[in-house]
């Protein structure tokens, strides 16, 4: 069975640009979480999604993040503008239940200059 | 915010086990214990989780105390590919404000060869 899918690994793009990350949980967990943890900081809950709706977005940093889980399959985080702060690894991870077990995507690196 | 308190680092002998502390007094009935560990950069892998019961799975043990403040997790034969932080996580397992998974700072586990 394939995990949790994210891509790309790494992302090197300038400050201003746009990226966009992807994130493909486990087949029928309907549940799919961001997280993100940037330089020394610790790991950050960013938002949760039931199927194809925002259950929790409480974790998102500001409106230049944008959530999407189009048919409450894969999701898309789209950074517009990124800026230097966003730099850092964000994970997606899936869950069959609400209170489940998350599993974790390897994550993708972002690396804003 | 996390509600578990740990050591940051800690270091045993490949082979011997690793017990991991962890504190928090202010748990309530309906919150699990859960653990987690990150291995270098990759992505967060579940380890177990309890609520008042001690747990074993093929990974690791779990000892709660009696009054449910503080728990144990236990490496019964630690390898060096068991180096990783580790997460211990309080966790409602119902939908309400502490359903999400709030990482802390964790232990940082050095195994000694």
């Known amino acids: 069975e394939a995990g949790v899918t994210q891509f790309p690994s790494h992302s090197v793009i300038e400050k201003g640009q746009t990226v966009t990350l992807r994130c493909d949980p486990i087949?029928?967990?309907?549940?799919l979480y961001w997280y993100r943890r940037v330089m020394g900081k610790e790991i950050k809950f960013l938002l949760h999604f039931v199927k194809e709706s925002k259950q929790d977005e409480s974790g998102m940093p500001n409106n230049r993040f944008l959530a999407e889980r189009t048919g409450g399959t894969y999701s898309t985080l789209k950074v517009q503008p990124a800026e230097l702060e966003d730099s850092g690894v964000y994970f997606c991870?899936?869950?069959?239940?609400?209170?489940?077990?998350?599993?974790f995507g390897e994550g993708s690196r972002l690396t804003v200059l | 915010d996390a509600k578990t308190t740990q050591p940051p680092s800690m270091d045993c002998a490949e082979g011997r086990a690793a017990n991991l502390p962890c504190n928090h007094s202010t748990i309530s009935g309906n919150e699990y214990v859960y653990w987690y560990r990150q291995i270098h950069s990759q992505g967060p892998q579940y380890i177990i989780h309890g609520l008042k019961n001690n747990e074993t799975n093929e990974m690791a043990s779990l000892i709660i105390t009696e009054d449910r403040k503080s728990s144990t997790l236990i490496l019964p034969h630690a390898t060096l590919r068991d180096t990783a932080v580790y997460y211990c996580?309080?966790?409602?397992?119902?939908?309400?404000?502490?359903?999400?998974?709030?990482f802390g700072s964790g232990t940082r586990l050095l195994v000694r060869p």
């Open positions: 996580i309080v966790r409602a397992q119902r939908m309400d404000s502490s359903y999400k998974l709030i």
């Open positions: 991870a899936s869950s069959p239940s609400v209170t489940g077990e998350l599993f």
């Open positions: 087949s029928g967990h309907d549940n």
